[in-house]
């Protein structure tokens, strides 16, 4: 049964509290890593046979276009409508990210002196998408799409195979959408390998994946570790923990729809979140009993109920502002804002990575179809961290031009504060082109 606490009543341990996994990979991962590093294709091709089932016999990394249309012609004959939905979600991430541009810019109001900025795209992003009895098409969809916005060359997509060598036709689908909505987009090469060793070839490169400028996509511990391991030679979009959602509700809100909204984070993960936040001491009884009633009827039903009784929490607060003031301080990964008028207290919300306003707004909505992305700041690095986005995939470098005339006009100030740190060598440099001239 989720606990329903009062916030009065509550010390600072009891709010931030939850169970997190915590198992130290870090070891394993190393040794992997090492030997992708050190035998490339034949390692990853091993760790195929030993992790995904697959015959090495003849295995060959990259997905060919003939498995490609294969997949494709199977799903349309599995699933004909899929394919329509993948591009009205598609269709609404795309306006969504292309808003986020950057453009270079050029300041040149002083005489003899030019600034600027120049923002240009990274060359190779890799993209992790997990595999195993879950696909994550949306997950293609949300990191792919803005990486082809920006103008990303090339995206190298890693997910494991089943064991008979294949991938899930979904997530094909999905990447063949999103290079197809974003026109005059770079291309999507998908590999065939998954786990620690996806993410060391993603790195440093194989005989067959090339190395990449930066990883992003979840996955397991394993992934995670590597993520980090690897961090510094590229890259990478975060260390995301396991999925959480806040919910604040007045007492106008439906139980059960609350209820479903908590368990839509909760089926993700026994490790995940689900916390509701309410003035309203009648809907926090109801929303409990209403998870209770609903958890029976959710097909990852031991997922949902471990996570809830581990990590789920109702907090009774004074006030709606209240309220807010507690989100603030957990600064969700999903943040569910269920009262009348969700905009009128947008500007009071400091920390969290998607807002969801309204009563009609479930989490799951940003998940798959909305257009806001869905790789977000978990743990609470909502308080400094963004979602996944198109600046996630260019770079700015800055440049400087100055005529003589107009360093003559600053070389005093430069050698001054050059002086004052006791780097007489930068002085000099600037120094010497005026005693040249």
Known sequence: MIRIMDYSEMSADEIFARSEPTADVSDIVREIIEDVRANGDEAIIRYAAKFDGIDPEGFVLELGEDEKEAALRKLRETDPGFTAVLRRSAANIVKFHSRQVRNSFIINDTPGVVIGQKVVPLERAGLYVPGGTAAYPSTVLMDSIPALIA???????????????????????????????????????????????????????????????????????????????????????????????????????????????????????KNASAV?????AELAKA?????????????????????????????????????????????????????DDPFDILDSVKHAGSIFLGRNCPEALGDYFAGPNHTLPTSGTARFSNPLSVDDFVKKMQYTYYTGKALAGVSADIAAFARKEGLTGHARSVLIRGEKN
């Open 276 to 280: 509701l936040v309410t003035d309203s």
């Open 151 to 269: 103008g990303c060359r090339e995206i190298i997509m890693v997910t494991p195979p089943d064991a008979d060598g294949t991938i899930n036709p979904a997530i094909i689908a999905a990447a063949s959408v999103a290079q197809e909505e974003v026109h005059g987009s770079g291309c999507i090469r998908i590999f065939k390998t998954g786990g620690a060793q996806a993410i060391a070839a993603l790195a440093y490169g194989t005989e067959s994946i090339p190395a990449v400028d930066k990883i992003v996509g979840p996955g397991n511990a394993f992934v995670a570790e590597a993520k980090h391991q690897v961090y510094g030679k590229v890259s990478i979009d975060m260390i995301a923990g396991p999925s959480e959602i806040l919910v604040i509700s007045d007492g106008k809100s439906d139980p059960d729809v609350v209820a479903a909204d908590m368990l839509s984070q909760a089926e993700h993960d």
């Open 287 to 339: 929303v409990a009993a209403s998870i209770e009633t609903q958890l029976g009827k959710l097909e990852r039903e031991k997922i949902a109920r471990a996570s809830i009784e581990k990590n789920g929490k109702i907090i009774i607060a004074e006030d709606i502002q209240q309220a807010i003031e507690i989100s603030n301080e957990i600064a969700p990964e999903h943040l569910e804002l269920c009262v």
